[in-house]
Protein backbone atom coordinates (compact mmCIF):
# COMPACT_ATOMS: atom_id res chain seq x y z
CA UNK A 1 0.00 0.00 0.00
CA UNK A 2 1.25 3.22 -1.07
CA UNK A 3 1.83 6.16 1.35
CA UNK A 4 -0.76 9.62 -0.12
CA UNK A 5 2.11 12.30 0.82
CA UNK A 6 4.83 10.33 -1.07
CA UNK A 7 2.90 9.66 -4.36
CA UNK A 8 1.68 13.49 -3.70
CA UNK A 9 5.32 14.53 -3.62
CA UNK A 10 6.59 12.37 -6.44
CA UNK A 11 3.95 13.49 -8.67
CA UNK A 12 4.50 17.31 -7.95
CA UNK A 13 8.53 16.49 -8.43
CA UNK A 14 8.06 14.87 -11.60
CA UNK A 15 5.54 17.50 -12.84
CA UNK A 16 8.59 20.38 -11.82
CA UNK A 17 10.79 18.31 -13.69
CA UNK A 18 8.47 18.26 -16.69
CA UNK A 19 8.22 22.03 -16.47
CA UNK A 20 11.52 22.94 -16.47
CA UNK A 21 12.39 20.46 -19.40
CA UNK A 22 9.45 21.84 -21.72
CA UNK A 23 9.21 25.76 -20.70
CA UNK A 24 13.45 25.91 -20.09
CA UNK A 25 13.26 27.69 -16.52
CA UNK A 26 16.66 26.83 -15.71
CA UNK A 27 17.91 29.30 -18.40
CA UNK A 28 20.38 31.50 -17.88
CA UNK A 29 18.78 35.23 -17.82
CA UNK A 30 19.70 38.19 -19.14
CA UNK A 31 19.08 41.93 -17.45
CA UNK A 32 19.18 44.96 -18.89
CA UNK A 33 19.53 48.62 -17.67
CA UNK A 34 15.75 50.52 -17.82
CA UNK A 35 17.32 53.19 -19.42
CA UNK A 36 18.51 51.42 -22.40
CA UNK A 37 15.53 49.29 -22.42
CA UNK A 38 13.46 52.43 -22.70
CA UNK A 39 15.64 53.92 -25.37
CA UNK A 40 15.15 51.00 -27.73
CA UNK A 41 11.57 50.64 -27.12
CA UNK A 42 11.08 54.20 -27.49
CA UNK A 43 13.23 54.27 -30.74
CA UNK A 44 11.44 51.85 -32.33
CA UNK A 45 7.94 53.06 -31.35
CA UNK A 46 9.03 56.60 -32.55
CA UNK A 47 9.26 54.82 -36.56
CA UNK A 48 6.04 53.58 -36.71
CA UNK A 49 6.53 50.50 -34.61
CA UNK A 50 3.81 49.23 -32.19
CA UNK A 51 4.22 48.38 -28.77
CA UNK A 52 4.57 44.84 -28.80
CA UNK A 53 7.03 45.12 -32.19
CA UNK A 54 9.25 47.65 -30.61
CA UNK A 55 9.26 45.71 -27.58
CA UNK A 56 10.16 42.07 -29.31
CA UNK A 57 12.81 44.33 -31.64
CA UNK A 58 14.32 45.61 -28.66
CA UNK A 59 14.62 42.14 -26.91
CA UNK A 60 16.61 40.79 -29.65
CA UNK A 61 18.58 44.13 -30.23
CA UNK A 62 19.74 44.32 -26.70
CA UNK A 63 20.45 40.31 -26.43
CA UNK A 64 22.71 40.21 -29.21
CA UNK A 65 24.42 43.41 -28.18
CA UNK A 66 25.47 42.09 -25.19
CA UNK A 67 26.57 38.62 -26.63
CA UNK A 68 28.59 40.60 -29.17
CA UNK A 69 29.86 43.04 -26.26
CA UNK A 70 28.71 46.13 -28.42
CA UNK A 71 27.03 49.55 -26.94
CA UNK A 72 23.30 49.45 -27.54
CA UNK A 73 23.19 52.75 -27.68
CA UNK A 74 26.24 53.49 -30.25
CA UNK A 75 23.54 51.46 -32.56
CA UNK A 76 20.68 53.11 -31.84
CA UNK A 77 23.11 56.25 -33.23
CA UNK A 78 23.88 54.31 -36.27
CA UNK A 79 20.08 53.69 -36.67
CA UNK A 80 18.82 56.84 -36.61
CA UNK A 81 20.14 58.06 -40.03
CA UNK A 82 18.40 54.87 -41.93
CA UNK A 83 15.18 55.69 -43.68
CA UNK A 84 12.29 53.46 -43.09
CA UNK A 85 12.89 51.12 -45.79
CA UNK A 86 16.30 50.40 -44.91
CA UNK A 87 15.64 49.69 -41.15
CA UNK A 88 12.99 47.74 -41.82
CA UNK A 89 14.89 45.17 -44.06
CA UNK A 90 17.69 45.27 -41.45
CA UNK A 91 15.02 44.63 -38.75
CA UNK A 92 14.02 41.82 -40.97
CA UNK A 93 17.95 40.53 -41.45
CA UNK A 94 18.09 40.63 -37.18
CA UNK A 95 14.83 38.55 -36.86
CA UNK A 96 16.15 36.02 -39.22
CA UNK A 97 19.18 35.75 -37.92
CA UNK A 98 17.65 35.12 -34.44
CA UNK A 99 15.39 32.54 -34.93
CA UNK A 100 14.73 29.10 -36.29
CA UNK A 101 15.57 27.92 -39.20
CA UNK A 102 11.98 26.67 -40.22
CA UNK A 103 11.13 29.70 -41.35
CA UNK A 104 11.86 33.39 -42.73
CA UNK A 105 10.84 36.88 -42.71
CA UNK A 106 10.29 38.74 -45.00
CA UNK A 107 8.60 42.02 -46.73
CA UNK A 108 7.04 43.34 -49.74
CA UNK A 109 7.90 46.62 -51.00
CA UNK A 110 6.22 48.61 -53.40
CA UNK A 111 8.61 51.11 -54.26
CA UNK A 112 7.33 52.30 -57.74
CA UNK A 113 9.57 55.55 -57.32
CA UNK A 114 13.04 53.79 -57.92
CA UNK A 115 12.80 52.42 -61.47
CA UNK A 116 16.57 52.55 -62.29
CA UNK A 117 16.77 48.49 -61.97
CA UNK A 118 13.96 48.10 -64.74
CA UNK A 119 14.59 48.42 -68.41
CA UNK A 120 12.00 49.85 -71.08
CA UNK A 121 11.58 47.74 -74.70
CA UNK A 122 10.02 49.00 -77.37
CA UNK A 123 8.73 45.64 -79.37
CA UNK A 124 7.41 46.30 -82.39
CA UNK A 125 6.18 43.31 -84.02
Known amino acids: MSDFSTTNTNLQDSITLSKEKFLNT???????????????????????FDTLSATSVASVLLTQAKVDNASVMELLDQLKGYDKVKLTSLIVAILNANRSNIS??????????????????????
Not at 27 to 40: G, H, I, R, W, Y
Not at 109 to 119: G, K, M
Open 26 to 48: KKESLSFPSNQVDAVVGFFENRG
Open 104 to 125: KLGFKSNDTANTDNLVSRNIMV
